[in-house]
């Protein structure tokens, strides 16, 4: 089945204790991307990748980092997380950047709480 | 500052009704203007999208209306079902498809 997946779906943490939020797509996808979502500001873009090792900021990239060493793997980076960092994320992949009507697949999210 | 602004934040319509949800831009490099539709406990999902060289497209109960010279563009839903219930956001991104910025969603109720 063509999924992105993502783990773990819910983590509860402490400030400043780093964390890794893992994205696995099985399409062959070249894009992938990262976005969190927040009451009354929709899906802001995190960082996205265009291919394996070509990452670049999205909207509110600080305070994490990404990687794209494969082309399946996608991970999310909070070194040193933080309160306002609590928020539900969503990795999602497409076929092709810069292609138009490519449709971006989500990712079934990830809901983090920083304490 | 949100480059895409969406309204209402929420929308009741009674089944059979047409529901209707707004956006508008101001960056005029935005090229592309797809919707989602997110069910809760669910990732976000494409519906349909629409680029400027054309006012209107339609996929079943679902049209998009673009109005380029007031940047603004619209989701119809006809004859809206129960099963339509759900958050919707519009997006827009430049010719190149890489950065995407969506509106702040709209919660939709469809009443039997």
């Known amino acids: 089945e063509a999924q992105v997946t993502q783990n773990p779906r819910y983590l509860i943490t402490v400030t400043g204790k780093k964390l890794t939020v893992t994205c696995s797509q099985n399409?062959?996808?070249?894009?992938m991307s990262w976005y969190r979502q927040d009451p009354g500001l929709g899906l802001r873009q995190i960082y996205y990748s265009m291919n394996v090792e070509v990452t670049d900021k999205g909207d509110v990239p600080e305070g994490y980092k990404v990687s794209r060493k494969e082309k399946r793997n996608f991970p999310l980076i909070l070194e040193s997380p933080s309160p306002n960092q609590t928020s539900l994320y969503f990795c999602?992949?497409?076929?092709?950047?810069?292609?138009?009507?490519?449709?971006?697949?989500f990712g079934p999210g990830t809901r983090l709480l920083v304490l | 500052q949100q480059q895409v602004k969406q309204s209402p934040q929420s929308l009741i319509v009674q089944k059979g009704g047409i529901s209707i949800i707004n956006c508008a831009y101001e960056?005029?490099?935005?090229?592309?203007f797809p919707w989602y539709q997110q069910f809760p406990g669910k990732g976000p999902a494409l519906l349909i999208a629409?680029?400027?060289?054309?006012s209107e497209k339609k996929e079943g109960r679902f049209t998009i209306s673009f109005n380029k010279s007031a940047k603004q563009f619209s989701l119809h839903i006809m004859d809206s079902q129960p099963g339509d219930s759900a958050t919707y956001f519009c997006a827009a991104s430049k010719w190149d498809f890489n950065k995407f910025y969506f509106g702040s969603g709209t919660k939709l109720n469809v009443k039997p």
């Open positions: 629409i680029r400027p060289d054309v």
């Open positions: 999602a992949s497409s076929f092709t950047a810069g292609v138009t009507g490519e449709t971006q697949y």
């Open positions: 960056n005029t490099a935005f090229d592309y």
């Open positions: 399409m062959n996808h070249e894009y």
